[in-house]
């Protein structure tokens, strides 16, 4: 017994680290995807890794039930479409609450810890179009939580992206808004402050490296000081915590010093560019994950670090490919659940897999590769490329995983991908002859050949793989790019990508 005891003891101090350091850390699920997981099955993935926070990027019914009856804490998302109707109706707004909050709230139900009002809605790519509805939307949201009487515990706040403030010198003390919304952001600061809510940012170091010809690539990771920037003797290490610290000099100046920060999107895509490799990924997170978990802070919020919410847990294959071929690969898991590279979330550096998905019921282990023998393979060209305008084949660019295998490499990968995504149709692998189906999996290290996941019963409106081979994949995505695609356009924050000339 006591040594039963001692053992519980043992095991639950060896636990301890894990769950201290995940609770700060929360994931981004997104779910722009033709063959999406079961969420039931997502949210045992969520368990099974100590993922205690989660954000969504709408409110989808059979989601929020998956999460019913958990402790995991939900920030809710409402897409940009929605903003006008609620800054302009105060029913639309009641309805809102109505349908997607108190029904799901209470015993047994969702812990909803906060709404995200719109999602990036002041990208300067959007030419304004949110300027003038995402606060007065706020206000109404909060205005129906007051009043169905859950104001007080789930808070009201809107996920921006870093495009918001920007730095005339570059340095991070000099940071302030953008002139063209500093009022609206002054008013918005003031009533975050006012409703103890939180300021929710998105940071994406990839992207300073993506966009930036010349960006000094270790300054992205936390791991090497070779790139260490001076702000009048301050020293900042990485992009990530120059970014942070750029905001708290906006929020000094826009008299709200001490409203709290979380990171609403940090990650790093795994294919379709050259900077998104698995090492890449595997690289950064460490040393996120390592930064979590010595709670450093930044030089001007020291010894706290913001929650942050990485983006993103699973793959999603139909989200517009508009801001880089890479759009489909941010998953720390691939779409079906399976880890992608080592990772331990306590932040102690260790060799750890996660946890992937459990019971995921797969089509057939069949795959539809390239037929050699067939006779008119000089078409086979033209049938690439029809497959990829029909499928996604981001894994075959340059620097992608599949890339700079040859034609009949090229050719297997993008019927693969064609005829998995029609839920291996017969008529899928065909191609004039020109390919044929294969038991063996042709998968190797580097370049996957997947199999899609069947549809899980559901009763909701969860998207529908696409069974007409005209749909392009990518015209599904459009409805959906006010989520987490086109939020990345204008990722460019000048101050902070520009710091490698001071
Ligand atoms: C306001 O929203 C409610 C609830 O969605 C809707 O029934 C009503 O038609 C809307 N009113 C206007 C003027 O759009
Ligand atoms: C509830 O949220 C869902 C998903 O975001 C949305 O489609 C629906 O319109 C919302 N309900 C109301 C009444 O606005
Ligand atoms: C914003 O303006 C640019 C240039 O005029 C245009 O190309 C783009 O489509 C506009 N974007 C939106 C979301 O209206
Ligand atoms: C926002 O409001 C301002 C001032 O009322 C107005 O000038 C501007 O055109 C509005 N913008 C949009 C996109 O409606
Ligand atoms: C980077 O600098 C920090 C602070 O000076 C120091 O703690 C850390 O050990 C340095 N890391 C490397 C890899 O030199
Ligand atoms: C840090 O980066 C510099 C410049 O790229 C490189 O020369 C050096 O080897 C790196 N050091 C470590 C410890 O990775
Ligand atoms: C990490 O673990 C995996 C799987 O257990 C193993 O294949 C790999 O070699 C390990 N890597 C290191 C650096 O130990
Ligand atoms: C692929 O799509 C492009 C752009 O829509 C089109 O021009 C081309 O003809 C298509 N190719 C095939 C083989 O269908
Ligand atoms: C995977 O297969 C391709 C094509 O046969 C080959 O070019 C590549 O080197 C293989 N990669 C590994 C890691 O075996
Ligand atoms: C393979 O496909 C990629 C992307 O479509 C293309 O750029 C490359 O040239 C192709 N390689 C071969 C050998 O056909």
Same mark, same amino acid.
């Given at each position: 017994?006591?040594?039963?005891?001692?053992?519980?003891?043992?095991?639950?101090?060896?636990?301890?680290?894990?769950?201290?350091?995940?609770?700060?850390?929360?994931?981004?699920?997104?779910?722009?995807?033709?063959?999406?997981?079961?969420?039931?099955? +997502?949210?045992?993935?969520?368990?099974?890794?100590?993922?205690?926070?989660?954000?969504?990027?709408?409110?989808?019914?059979?989601?929020?039930?998956?999460?019913?009856?958990?402790?995991?804490?939900?920030?809710?998302?409402?897409? !940009?479409?929605?903003?006008? !109707?609620?800054?302009?109706?105060?029913?639309?707004?009641?309805?809102?609450?109505?349908?997607?909050?108190?029904?799901?709230?209470?015993?047994?139900?969702? !812990?909803?810890?906060?709404?995200?009002?719109?999602?990036?809605?002041?990208?300067?790519?959007?030419?304004?179009?949110?300027?003038?509805?995402?606060?007065?939307?706020?206000?109404?949201?909060?205005?129906?939580?007051?009043?169905?009487?859950?104001?007080?515990?789930?808070?009201?706040?809107?996920?921006?992206?870093?495009?918001?403030?920007?730095?005339?010198?570059?340095?991070?003390?000099?940071?302030?808004?953008?002139?063209?919304?500093?009022?609206?952001?002054?008013?918005?600061?003031?009533?975050?402050?006012?409703?103890?809510?939180?300021?929710?940012?998105?940071?994406?170091?990839?992207?300073?490296?993506?966009?930036?010809?010349?960006?000094?690539?270790?300054?992205?990771?936390?791991?090497?000081?070779?790139?260490?920037?001076?702000?009048?003797?301050?020293?900042?290490?990485? +992009?990530?915590?120059?970014?942070?610290?750029?905001?708290?000099?906006?929020?000094?100046?826009?008299?709200?010093?001490?409203?709290?920060?979380?990171?609403?999107?940090?990650?790093?895509?795994?294919?379709?560019?050259?900077?998104?490799?698995?090492?890449?990924?595997?690289?950064?997170?460490?040393?996120?994950?390592?930064?979590?978990?010595?709670?450093?802070?930044?030089?001007?919020?020291?010894?706290?670090?913001?929650?942050?919410?990485?983006?993103?847990?699973?793959?999603?294959?139909?989200?517009?490919?508009?801001?880089?071929?890479?759009?489909?690969?941010?998953?720390?898991?691939?779409?079906?659940?399976?880890?992608?590279?080592?990772?331990?979330?306590?932040?102690?550096?260790?060799?750890?897999?996660?946890?992937?998905?459990?019971?995921?019921?797969?089509?057939?282990?069949?795959?539809?590769?390239?037929?050699?023998?067939?006779?008119?393979?000089?078409?086979?060209?033209?049938?690439?490329?029809?497959?990829?305008?029909?499928?996604?084949?981001?894994?075959?660019?340059?620097?992608?995983?599949?890339?700079?295998?040859?034609?009949?490499?090229?050719?297997? +990968?993008?019927?693969?991908?064609?005829?998995?995504?029609?839920?291996?149709?017969?008529?899928?692998?065909?191609?004039?002859?020109?390919?044929?189906?294969?038991?063996?999996?042709?998968?190797?290290?580097?370049? *996957?050949?997947?199999?899609?996941?069947?549809?899980?019963?559901?009763?909701?409106?969860?998207?529908?793989?696409?069974?007409?081979?005209?749909?392009?994949?990518?015209?599904?995505?459009?409805?959906?790019?006010?989520?987490?695609?086109?939020?990345?356009?204008? *990722?460019?924050?000048?101050?902070?990508?520009?710091?490698?000339?001071?």
């Amino acid at each position: 017994m006591a040594r039963a005891m001692a053992l519980l003891w043992a095991s639950a101090l060896i636990l301890v680290p894990a769950i201290v350091v995940a609770q700060d850390i929360g994931v981004n699920w997104g779910t722009i995807a033709s063959h999406p997981l079961d969420p039931k099955i +997502v949210v045992n993935m969520f368990k099974d890794n100590g993922i205690k926070k989660v954000k969504l990027f709408d409110a989808a019914s059979n989601t929020l039930k998956a999460l019913a009856g958990t402790d995991i804490e939900v920030m809710v998302g409402i897409p !940009n479409l929605h903003l006008q !109707n609620l800054a302009e109706n105060y029913s639309y707004a009641q309805a809102w609450v109505k349908e997607n909050i108190t029904a799901h709230v209470g015993k047994e139900g969702v !812990n909803i810890k906060y709404v995200a009002v719109g999602n990036e809605p002041f990208l300067a790519s959007y030419n304004g179009t949110y300027t003038n509805s995402t606060f007065p939307a706020m206000k109404n949201i909060l205005k129906a939580l007051n009043e169905a009487g859950v104001g007080k515990d789930i808070k009201v706040s809107t996920p921006l992206n870093g495009d918001v403030y920007m730095t005339p010198t570059y340095k991070p003390s000099d940071g302030i808004f953008r002139g063209d919304i500093a009022d609206i952001m002054g008013q918005i600061c003031e009533f975050l402050q006012e409703n103890d809510a939180p300021f929710v940012i998105n940071i994406y170091p990839f992207f300073n490296l993506y966009q930036n010809p010349g960006f000094p690539k270790e300054y992205a990771f936390f791991d090497n000081n070779s790139s260490d920037f001076d702000d009048d003797g301050v020293k900042y290490h990485n +992009v990530f915590d120059a970014n942070i610290d750029t905001l708290v000099a906006a929020l000094q100046k826009a008299k709200t010093p001490d409203l709290p920060i979380i990171v609403g999107e940090v990650g790093w895509p795994t294919d379709g560019n050259i900077y998104a490799t698995k090492q890449n990924a595997k690289r950064f997170y460490d040393g996120l994950l390592k930064k979590m978990a010595s709670n450093d802070g930044t030089p001007l919020r020291p010894k706290k670090n913001p929650d942050v919410y990485m983006f993103c847990w699973l793959d999603e294959d139909l989200k517009s490919i508009d801001p880089g071929l890479f759009e489909r690969h941010w998953g720390i898991f691939s779409f079906d659940g399976q880890p992608k590279f080592p990772m331990d979330l306590s932040g102690e550096g260790q060799n750890k897999s996660l946890v992937g998905a459990k019971d995921v019921p797969y089509f057939e282990k069949q795959w539809c590769v390239h037929n050699k023998d067939a006779p008119n393979q000089e078409d086979l060209a033209v049938k690439i490329e029809w497959a990829c305008n029909n499928t996604d084949c981001t894994t075959l660019v340059p620097g992608a995983s599949c890339s700079d295998m040859g034609l009949d490499m090229n050719a297997s +990968v993008a019927f693969n991908m064609y005829y998995q995504m029609q839920n291996q149709a017969e008529a899928a692998c065909d191609f004039q002859g020109l390919a044929k189906l294969v038991k063996q999996d042709p998968s190797n290290e580097t370049c *996957q050949f997947p199999i899609m996941i069947k549809q899980f019963e559901s009763t909701s409106s969860a998207p529908e793989p696409s069974g007409s081979s005209s749909d392009s994949p990518g015209s599904d995505s459009s409805t959906h790019s006010l989520s987490p695609s086109l939020q990345h356009l204008l *990722q460019i924050v000048v101050g902070i990508c520009i710091f490698w000339f001071a």
